[in-house]
């Protein structure tokens, strides 16, 4: 589950040793040995904090990695100190408090509303529109119908962040916890379909998947 997407730096061809080192903790990881991961992460911890901080890719594939093994070894207080840190300020918006409170379609029209602010070039903008699927999940929520909104979202072709978060908290809606877990890793680890220059930031639908794997696998039954 912790590994249901590649990260870039996984299959980096490279002679340091602080990314090597990297490499066999996420080799642990996507093994089931989350307790080796989080000891091979944590032994390079200071050298991605001094050498890749600023480096973009690197640093936020490390960081999503150590947060998943901290995650998925008990580690819950170490997770949300080293989550908060990696966020740099990151706040709740109203649709993730919203889903928090239970108004799961309100909560889903927020994202919907956010369909604007997706990473695109200024011609893909320009002519955007609303995938009909999205629209048409969104109905079924409001129709309660959570079963057709997740077949209208699995529907979406559309990979960014913004609507594999969405789909993974309608599965955390119909308490399908290894779809929603799943599904919110991929999400968070979804880079932005528009590339730009050679800096990688999460954006914030990136970080709300991650406090979705935070807040449901402290909350949730396993």
């Given at each position: 589950?912790?590994?249901?997407?590649?990260?870039?730096?996984?299959?980096?061809?490279?002679?340091?040793?602080t990314?090597?080192?990297?490499?066999?903790?996420?080799?642990?990881?996507?093994?089931?040995?989350?307790?080796?991961?989080?000891a091979?992460?944590?032994?390079?911890?200071?050298?991605?904090?001094?050498?890749?901080?600023?480096?973009?890719?690197?640093?936020?594939?490390?960081?999503?990695?150590?947060?998943?093994?901290?995650?998925?070894?008990?580690?819950?207080?170490?997770?949300?100190?080293?989550?908060?840190?990696?966020?740099?300020?990151?706040?709740?918006?109203?649709?993730?408090?919203?889903?928090?409170?239970?108004?799961?379609a309100?909560?889903?029209?927020?994202?919907?509303?956010?369909?604007?602010?997706?990473?695109?070039?200024?011609?893909?903008?320009?002519?955007?529109?609303?995938?009909?699927?999205?629209?048409?999940?969104?109905?079924?929520?409001?129709?309660?119908?959570?079963?057709?909104?997740?077949?209208?979202?699995?529907?979406?072709?559309?990979?960014?962040?913004?609507?594999?978060?969405?789909?993974?908290?309608?599965?955390?809606?119909?308490?399908?916890?290894?779809?929603?877990?799943?599904?919110w890793?991929?999400?968070?680890?979804?880079?932005?379909?528009?590339?730009?220059?050679?800096?990688?930031?999460?954006?914030?639908?990136?970080?709300?998947?991650?406090?979705?794997?935070?807040?449901?696998?402290?909350?949730?039954?396993?």
């Amino acid at each position: 589950m912790w590994c249901a997407t590649q990260l870039v730096t996984d299959a980096e061809q490279t002679a340091d040793s602080t990314i090597r080192a990297y490499q066999r903790a996420r080799a642990k990881l996507c093994a089931g040995d989350a307790a080796a991961a989080r000891a091979g992460f944590a032994a390079i911890l200071p050298q991605m904090k001094t050498r890749y901080r600023n480096d973009g890719l690197r640093f936020i594939d490390f960081a999503r990695s150590y947060f998943y093994a901290l995650l998925a070894s008990g580690q819950a207080d170490e997770a949300r100190r080293f989550l908060t840190d990696a966020e740099q300020g990151w706040t709740p918006a109203s649709a993730e408090r919203l889903f928090w409170k239970g108004d799961y379609a309100g909560s889903f029209a927020a994202y919907v509303a956010d369909d604007g602010s997706v990473q695109r070039s200024p011609d893909e903008q320009a002519a955007h529109e609303l995938d009909p699927h999205v629209a048409a999940a969104a109905a079924a929520l409001r129709a309660g119908k959570p079963g057709a909104a997740v077949a209208d979202m699995r529907a979406v072709s559309d990979g960014a962040s913004l609507y594999v978060l969405m789909l993974g908290n309608l599965y955390a809606q119909r308490r399908d916890w290894p779809n929603a877990f799943r599904t919110w890793v991929t999400a968070a680890d979804a880079g932005p379909s528009q590339p730009a220059l050679e800096f990688y930031v999460l954006d914030r639908w990136n970080i709300s998947a991650l406090e979705m794997l935070y807040y449901y696998r402290m909350h949730a039954p396993h």
